[in-house]
């Protein structure tokens, strides 16, 4: 998906600009490590448009605005949701 200047700006504001990119992006995800995260973001000042670009996208990997694959998963497609039949 190509970027708009829009979210790059927003990107460029992240309080994770300063944090280990592996501690969002982890090869074995941990609960401490996945704590660590959300805490990061939770004082972010681009929260709200980190999460909107990842459910938007459907970032397939990390923690974006604060939340997990699991938990943008299921915003995106809530409990009793059912693709819609091909026509």
Do not use: N
Request: hydrophobic share 40%.
């Amino acid at each position: 998906m190509r970027r708009t200047v829009r979210e790059i700006g927003w990107a460029v504001r992240g309080a994770c600009r300063a944090s280990d990119p592996e501690m969002f992006f982890p090869l074995t995800q941990s609960a401490e490590q996945e704590a660590r995260a959300k805490a990061v973001c939770s004082g972010c000042q681009v929260l709200a448009d980190c999460r909107a670009y990842a459910l938007r996208a459907g970032e397939p990997e990390g923690i974006w605005g604060g939340l997990t694959v699991q938990e943008r998963r299921s915003l995106r497609f809530p409990a009793g949701w059912r693709q819609p039949a091909a026509g």
